[in-house]
């Protein structure tokens, strides 16, 4: 518009339209069409594995998902899962049901620079987590990203994510995360037997020719978990991703380890004493107690047993009943926890300066621990390390 009013300004006589009409012959101010091309993939060349969000409704309640999607190049054959979350974990867990569905694997996996494969480094250049490179390893494929911005490199997974919104997703609720797959499954089976017209075929149809070249899975695939360490908190749960699963009570204050898996949350405080709960996925900050973990109707938890660490504090030093009271009242950390650093630093410094400094904490209503020991130390060094003074020392 500017050039336009320039032109008009030195006297010529032409219509804006024309003007740009002119621009468009001449190729000024405009990038010359370039064609796209084509990929061509040999059977069981390559699959690739791309995550769309995608909004859907579980029991009752709307979510931002997920969609995880995995395609086979040749044959288009089409596999996706719904996650609330997708992490490392649940890509691990993604993949191996994709390869079990398509019964091998191919010679690479594409992926889209995702942060959750790349340790650095794109396109070519890309390195893969060691976790992940080795979970390739176990099936027999490599990953592989394309360079910045050839999405067209990766129009195999791309393009079904639209298909996937606008027919499977769209009217549907579910019940649960699980219904919500194996209904997607259900829908890949008939989508993968019906004729596409933009590859004139059927891809389950393709697929026989895919399959052949396609590298047997292992004999023995692993389940995919990840472990966590947690401690029994005070009232007989262990939280995992922000869901809180129950233990029996003599538990509490306990250290065991978490091992989830796709479907299981197996809560272990030694081999022969294991609690198995089913994953929930959403909604977050609720409670799971299993039948066994619920008290007798009318008893309730009983919470007048002291915890051990208590009973040796008392036995050891009477005088701190109404701190430690407190501390279980007032106190931020985990009951057990708080116990147990107490009863450290009376085990570890001298009970004088101990317990002047629980007076004095006790007095002002301060019960931060690491800050108990702060004036525990500032005693200590004052009354057991007193330091000469030097000029004393040299008329001496």
């Known amino acids: 518009m500017r050039v336009h009013e320039e032109l008009l300004a030195s006297g010529a006589t032409m219509s804006y339209q024309a003007l740009t009409a002119f621009c468009r012959r001449q190729g000024i101010g405009q990038t010359p069409p370039v064609a796209a091309g084509q990929y061509h993939f040999d059977p069981g060349e390559e699959m690739q594995h791309d995550t769309s969000p995608h909004e859907v409704e579980v029991g009752g309640r709307k979510y931002k998902a997920q969609t995880a999607s995995a395609v086979l190049c040749y044959s288009r054959l089409l596999f996706f899962q719904i996650y609330p979350t997708f992490q490392r974990f649940d890509c691990k867990v993604f993949l191996t049901d994709a390869l079990r569905y398509m019964g091998g694997a191919t010679e690479r996996v594409m992926i889209d620079n995702t942060h959750v494969v790349v340790l650095r480094g794109t396109g070519r250049e890309m390195i893969a987590v060691p976790e992940m490179e080795a ?6 494929f490599r990953f592989v990203a394309h360079e910045r911005g050839d999405a067209n490199r990766s129009a195999r997974v791309e393009r079904p994510f639209s298909f996937i919104e606008n027919n499977f997703l769209a009217g549907r609720t579910f019940t649960s995360w699980s219904d919500l797959n194996q209904q997607a499954r259900q829908w890949c089976d008939r989508v993968n037997a019906t004729y596409k017209k933009h590859i004139r075929a ?10 052949l070249h396609l590298k047997a899975l292992p004999a023995w695939i692993p389940e995919v978990y990840r472990l966590h360490q947690r401690t029994v908190d005070v009232e007989g ?3 995992v991703n922000s869901i809180r699963y129950s233990v029996p009570v003599s538990w509490i204050g306990r250290r065991v380890e978490v091992r989830e898996t796709r479907d299981k949350i197996e809560i272990e405080l030694d081999p022969r004493r294991i609690v198995t ?10 409670r799971i107690t299993l039948a066994e973990h619920k008290p007798p109707r009318g008893e309730g938890v009983k919470r007048s047993n002291p915890h051990p660490e208590e009973e040796v504090l008392l036995q050891a030093a009477p005088e701190i009943a109404v701190y430690v009271a407190a501390l279980k009242q007032k106190g931020r ?7 147990r650093q107490l009863l450290r630093l009376l085990q570890e410094y001298p009970r004088e300066p101990f317990l002047a400094a629980v007076r004095q904490a006790s007095q002002y209503g301060l019960y931060d ?3 108990l020991e702060r004036m525990i130390l500032r005693r200590v060094a004052r009354d057991y390390f007193l330091l000469r003074d030097t000029d004393t020392d040299q008329d001496d």
């Open 333 to 339: 950390k985990v009951v057990a926890l708080a116990l």
């Open 202 to 211: 059927v891809p389950r149809e393709l697929f026989a020719v895919d399959r």
């Open 277 to 286: 709960h089913v994953r929930a996925l959403t909604p977050q900050q609720q």
């Open 135 to 140: 979970f390739g390893e176990r099936f027999g």
């Open 369 to 371: 621990l690491e800050r």
């Open 237 to 239: 749960y262990v939280s």
